[in-house]
């Protein structure tokens, strides 16, 4: 049973005292308990190591006292199960170098398997539940499959995915199918069987 279900409650309309507060993933940024992990360990490796995530995910909850805690992931995990680069970039941000271009890059991508190449997600949903003990609902995410698209067809984020929006509008077949693998890959993640909470939006 939940010790704050502030959060769940404000989600079911119910008149609140107050609003509950949580922090994206990334505004552990100024923590410097999180500071001292990025100075030890790259970006990936801080969402590939299930403890790491964890121990990540749990800060805001353990420093601050929020009421809900957000999986330390990131969307494009996505592309890299489905054998495609990513690059995280200081300052910079997500770089993927070699874009989807053509029905051959799309068959390319690795569809199989995805248990195996996401374990990580779910050992880490596992063990931040466990370490949660109740004490407040973990809230998992993901892109939605036309945003991991614009990466992949893009290469880095954009303020208008122009070559993405092309790349739908010329070649309609290939854009549906590279959003239909990523649904795929989106829906064979059993998060809710981890013990999380499922948000899915557009964008990060």
């Not at 502030?6 to 079911?12: E, G, P, Q």
């Not at 800060?59 to 805690?69: K, L, M, R």
């Not at 614009?150 to 290469?155: D, F, I, K, Q």
């Amino acid at each position: 049973m939940l010790q704050n279900d502030l959060l769940l409650r404000a989600l079911k309309g119910e008149k609140l005292k107050r609003p509950p507060v949580w922090m994206m993933r990334q505004a552990g940024r100024y923590l410097p308990e999180y500071l001292a992990l990025k100075a030890k360990y790259d970006f990936f490796t801080r969402v590939q190591t299930p403890e790491l995530a964890a121990e990540i995910t749990l800060q805001p909850i353990d420093i601050v006292g929020t009421d809900a805690a957000i999986i330390f992931s990131d969307i494009l995990v996505i592309p890299q199960a489905m054998g495609v680069e990513v690059l995280m970039e200081e300052g910079k941000g997500p770089s993927l170098p070699n874009t989807i271009k053509s029905q051959a890059d799309i068959d390319a991508l690795i569809t199989e398997n995805v248990e195996e190449s996401l374990g990580y997600v779910m050992q880490a949903l596992t063990l931040t539940k466990k370490q949660l003990n109740g004490r407040v609902p973990l809230i998992g995410f993901a892109g939605a499959p036309f945003t991991i698209l614009c990466y992949m067809v893009e290469g880095k984020g954009s303020k208008t995915w122009e070559k993405a929006k092309k790349f739908c509008f010329y070649a309609t077949t290939a854009g549906t199918c590279i959003a239909a693998k990523n649904y795929g890959h989106h829906h064979r993640l059993p998060e809710s069987t981890s013990g999380c909470r499922r948000r899915c939006g557009t964008s990060f």
